[in-house]
């Protein structure tokens, strides 16, 4: 992270929920802070574990980043929390417009979804036996976890955020 602004809210879920979808609405805001490499977005993380300072796990970045030509570019990814600046670029184009968000986990894995468009994934959710660097930062396993939004350097809007549990 850098020395600007984030923050977060953790929903935990029931202990043995590892099947479960997430529908949320979101719009990112204008970066509070601006300057060459300096990146705004917001968080969407599902099978996260809270340390009460922290959250591990899995989350999908939607974020903007300024270059130093001071043209915006996309810094969409997936990370494995804490090392969100360590992770697998994905195929989103963030913008300031309002996004429907469908988050699906099946056990060991999450799918996401944009504006109801075909869904990118599925990603792993949890750590396998041996993992290191940002992959060790994932949960064991599923239980006991919940969802994580955060934002940072921005405002962001979320709402109409809706919890199921899917069938595995």
Known sequence: MSDYTWAGVFIPLPASLCHYQVDLDAVLGDPVVSG?????????????????????????????????????????G?????????????????????HHWIIHVDGRSVTVGDNYQRPIGPYPLTASAGSTGAAASLPKDCENTGIFLRVFNSEAEFSGITVQAVKS
């Open 36 to 76: 060459a490499g300096v990146g705004w977005g917001y968080g969407l993380g599902a099978c996260d574990t809270w340390s009460g300072a922290s959250a591990q796990g899995f989350t999908i970045q939607y974020a903007k980043i300024e270059d130093a030509q001071s043209q915006v570019s996309g810094n969409a």
């Open 78 to 98: 997936w990370f494995a929390m804490p090392n969100v600046n360590d992770g697998t670029r994905v195929p989103l184009k963030p913008d300031n417009a309002g």
